[in-house]
């Protein structure tokens, strides 16, 4: 980037961006135009509704240097949502940071399934395994007053943004809970309306092959042992027990899991068992219910 003369925030954002796109190493960045704009802002560039009447306003020395600073964090392959502390998911601002996994917009579907099942239970117990920053159990709460969730999370990093998550939104109905779900605290008992999780589940051996980005996420959250599947597996022989009569488990799976994941769900004895498709058109969630009472 040159560095005399008073460039505008237009200038900057094309500059910025040509920077990720070019100069990142060892890949170019994926979204670098929108990556510019969200850095830019951050340093504090106009937000998107001011933008189109400051483009061509001069940026101060002070904030152009800031803008610089995150640019070149972000080109040696810091995620961009850890460079700006949070990110949205299901409209809300969550607190993101290294040693939490990053919100996916393909998540947002295991959360709108999980409310839409529930708004017919309104006074529900509701867990979720591996919370990570909370985004799911939130915003299940801010859906659902009358819920009652508890989140179980094991890393203690993960735990102080699922804290301050929670304490974030106010939700009074989300108790969060230090312990593994593979092996749950005594507290942890049914009967639960639903069951919930987005668990590890990379095969390990992949681990080394994501995106720059991805390997700056903490390995904890990413793991699922050899096949990816150890934590559905491990679910399975614990919580499927736990459902109360038509209570309803609902996992996020890997692309090529869904079929695996669909028969451990049988295997236990749940019904209806079925196979949900993301935004993206690729196999995501994997649901199943608890027979009735008989
Ligand atoms: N969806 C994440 C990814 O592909 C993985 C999240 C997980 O293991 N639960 O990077």
New binding site residues.
Partial sequence: MPTAGKASWRELLRQGEHLLRRRARPDPCEDAGTDAFLLMQAAGGPDRSHYPLQKNDPCPPALREKYLALLRRRAAGEPVQYILGEWEFMGLEFKVGPGV?IP?PETEQLAEQAIEYLRGRPKCRVLELCGGSGCIAVSVAKALPAADITVLELSPDAMRYLRENIARHGVKNVTAIQGDALCPPPEITGPYDAILS?????ASGELAH?QKE?QKEPAM??D?GGDGLKFFRGFNTIYPKMLAPGGLLLY?TGEEQGEAVAALLQKAGLREVRILRDVYGQPRNVLGYAPEKP
């Fill in positions: 996994l996916r987005n668990p590890p589940y990379i994501l991805v959250a990413l699922g996020e």
